[in-house]
């Protein structure tokens, strides 16, 4: 496999006008899930997605923007942006373990940096917004050669080999080479639109990339409208497999959908802007420094903390991380070119009803779920009273709240337990719909989830009716604390917690 080297300095990707960037610190959902490519059904394979809550097997414009929370800041922009899981394979295709992505450990989740660039081409375009109910897509999955039929998306597609402290490098292809801090991945999506159409059968005849130069060119005739461009910035942490390569001329990775070379690197869009204030900001924000506090219009952000906790659970049971022996989720055989390479037809699970990372059989304690409330140690949510066990359950401390008098009960870090009548604030209850980052373990019932890292899992004693049935939407479907069944969190990764 070729891939041309190309020395760059150690700042890459530096826009030549006005931009800003937006760090998506975590990832909404982590499965075989493709609203765009496969509507209503499985993917063929697995997608780090980050953005609105809104985001499901079937998803809209209206959908995302009724989106509860985002895991990217901008609070204006409830989209979908979704990329290919990277992973590690062993010897042989003897087993695939997931690469983590930048920022990922200790309970965090990895997510993507998105590029807004302002390029209006040589004719000083006037750029515009998305449209409502646009999407689109970037690459080619079943790629596995640098022969393309179109220039553009060839050199829209590429990979940096990360040295921080050196100098990192540009490939057209996944490195041959150890990376010292990682590979970055990069799409760039086309600009041009038709203006006519949201979407097209191919999701991508409707735009065009522009003619002379990929990112900042000349719109063809056929789709004349310039729309403002963006692109994804996926990192990769490979240098965490540094010393397990078992070849020394051929990196041991692959990317989800079966692809070694990486020539099948790809991204998916689904617009979820408020269209006027994202037509605002092209407008107005005009700085080069790519900072979001540059651009008045972005004067409230969601807290990396509360991109942390907006996720969706997970509908597919099965295994996509930890490790996994015999092939990848999918039918997705491992290909390194140079022919194109889509993948067999197979038999794929059924989606099922959303995992629940809360335990509902405690109704008939007379207490019911009520969400994953924030916490802090400086100031805590709950202040009534307190104790923690190695052998905590959720009913160890219903029984210690509801004997020291309190009538919520929340968990954390899977062995504390905190009660209280009511919560220190409004901001730290749980909000509507919004799953938060509960999702550790009980320390004495390894089935039940014990909050998280500065996250309560809470319960309510709703003896006497005191409680309305806890309900919450995830993705239109109703999750009831008191109707439906948890399934295992182990059933994604070999006896460790998973959420997506």
């Known amino acids: 496999m070729k891939a041309a080297a190309l020395a760059l300095a150690a700042c890459l990707s530096v826009p030549a006008s006005a931009f800003w960037r937006m760090p998506c610190p975590g990832r909404l959902v982590l499965e075989r899930i493709d609203p765009i490519i496969s509507p209503g059904v499985v993917s063929g394979h697995v997608h780090t997605v980050s953005g609105g809550s809104g985001f499901g097997f079937t998803t809209d414009f209206e959908q995302q923007r009724a989106s509860a929370c985002s895991s990217c800041p901008v609070k204006q922009d409830l989209s979908a942006y979704w990329t290919p899981k990277l992973y590690y394979m062993g010897a042989n295709e003897s087993y695939f373990e997931d690469v983590p992505q930048a920022g990922e450990g200790s309970g965090t989740t990895g997510g993507l940096t998105v590029y807004y660039e302002q390029r209006p081409g040589p004719n000083n375009d006037a750029l515009k917004a998305f449209p409502a109910g646009f999407r689109m897509i970037a690459g080619d999955p079943f790629q596995r050669n640098e022969t393309y039929t179109e220039t553009a998306p060839g050199l829209a597609v590429s990979f940096v080999c990360l040295d921080y402290s050196g100098t990192?490098?540009?490939?057209?292809?996944?490195?041959?080479?150890?990376?010292?801090?990682?590979?970055?991945?990069?799409?760039?999506?086309?600009?041009?639109?038709?203006?006519?159409?949201?979407?097209?059968?191919?999701?991508?005849?409707?735009?065009?990339?522009?003619?002379?130069?990929?990112?900042?060119?000349?719109?063809?005739?056929?789709?004349?409208?310039?729309?403002?461009?963006?692109?994804?910035?996926?990192?990769?942490?490979?240098?965490?497999?540094?010393?397990?390569?078992?070849?020394?001329?051929?990196?041991?990775?692959?990317?989800?959908?079966?692809?070694?070379?990486?020539?099948?690197?790809?991204?998916?869009?689904?617009?979820?802007?408020?269209?006027?204030?994202?037509?605002?900001?092209?407008?107005?924000?005009?700085?080069?420094?790519?900072?979001?506090?540059?651009?008045?219009?972005?004067?409230?952000l969601f807290s990396d903390e509360e991109c942390q906790a907006c996720k969706i659970p997970p509908s597919i049971d099965e295994q996509i991380t930890g490790n996994i022996t015999g092939k990848l989720p999918g039918c997705n055989p491992v290909t390194v070119g140079p022919e194109y390479a889509p993948p067999p037809t197979c038999d794929n699970p059924s989606i099922s009803a959303p995992t629940e990372y809360f335990t509902n059989e405690i109704s008939s304690l007379g207490w019911e779920y009520q969400g994953c409330a924030n916490d802090s140690v400086s100031d805590r949510t709950f202040t009534g009273a307190s104790t923690s066990s190695d052998d905590m359950t959720i009913e160890t401390c219903i029984d210690y709240c509801k004997g020291e008098g309190y009538s919520l009960a929340g968990l954390e870090y899977a062995s504390q337990c905190y009660c209280d009548n009511d919560y220190s604030s409004t901001g730290s209850a749980p909000q509507p719909n919004i799953l938060g980052d509960c999702w550790q373990p009980c320390a004495g019932n390894a089935d039940e989830i014990c909050g998280g890292s500065s996250a309560l899992s809470v319960y309510k004693n709703c003896d006497g009716g005191a409680c309305t049935n806890s309900i919450f939407t995830i993705n239109g479907t109703i999750n009831s604390a008191s109707k439906k069944s948890r399934r295992s969190i182990h059933s994604h990764a070999h006896g460790h917690a998973h959420l997506a």
């Open 168 to 300: 990192s490098t540009q490939w057209s292809a996944m490195p041959n080479v150890n990376c010292p801090d990682g590979v970055r991945a990069q799409v760039y999506f086309p600009s041009c639109w038709d203006g006519i159409h949201n979407d097209t059968a191919d999701h991508k005849s409707h735009m065009a990339y522009p003619i002379g130069q990929y990112d900042n060119g000349v719109c063809p005739d056929s789709h004349p409208k310039h729309l403002i461009s963006i692109f994804y910035e996926v990192i990769y942490q490979t240098n965490l497999f540094a010393d397990r390569w078992h070849s020394p001329i051929h990196h041991p990775f692959v990317f989800a959908m079966g692809d070694r070379t990486g020539y099948g690197m790809h991204g998916d869009f689904i617009n979820g802007w408020d269209v006027d204030e994202l037509q605002t900001a092209i407008d107005t924000c005009t700085d080069d420094s790519g900072n979001l506090s540059d651009c008045p219009v972005f004067d409230d």
